[in-house]
């Protein structure tokens, strides 16, 4: 038998309910927001875009960031996904905690949401001029 999903994981917005009322956040505007945050992060060159059916992977332009990076809702906490290029010579695991932590605060501060995990999955390296 198969198990039923959570509305959560179908529907493409986060609800939150305050004193107020409901606020409804789409994923894309988290995803948005924290590609642009992710950019201002030292050792990332931009989000990387893959072509699943050629396994091509493509620098994205600042306007579609929120492509390289992908918003799960599991009980009420997001989990991010990011597909990264960084520039060369840039030590990666420092990159990584960097982006990490300086991630989690500002999406946690700009949604109220809890940041459970954040996977990074680097996908090229550019040398930047």
Do not use: P
Not at 57 to 69: A, E, M, N, P, T
Not at 106 to 122: A, L, P, Q, T, Y
Request: proline fraction near 0%; hydrophobic fraction near 45%.
């Amino acid at each position: 038998m198969a198990k039923k999903r959570s509305i959560r994981y179908i529907t493409r917005k986060t609800n939150m309910n305050t004193h107020m009322g409901n606020v409804a956040i789409e994923r894309d505007v988290i995803a948005q927001y924290a590609g642009v945050a992710a950019m201002e992060c030292f050792g990332i060159v931009g989000m990387a875009g893959i072509n699943v059916k050629d396994g091509i992977v493509k620098l994205l332009r600042l306007d579609d960031v929120r492509r390289g990076i992908s918003v799960i809702v599991r009980n009420n906490k997001l989990v991010l996904n990011f597909h990264i290029v960084v520039a060369y010579g840039v030590n990666v695991l420092s990159v990584s905690e960097n982006l990490i932590s300086s991630i989690k605060y500002k999406v946690e501060e700009f949604s109220g949401i809890e940041v459970s995990k954040i996977n990074i999955f680097v996908e090229g390296v550019k040398v930047i001029d």
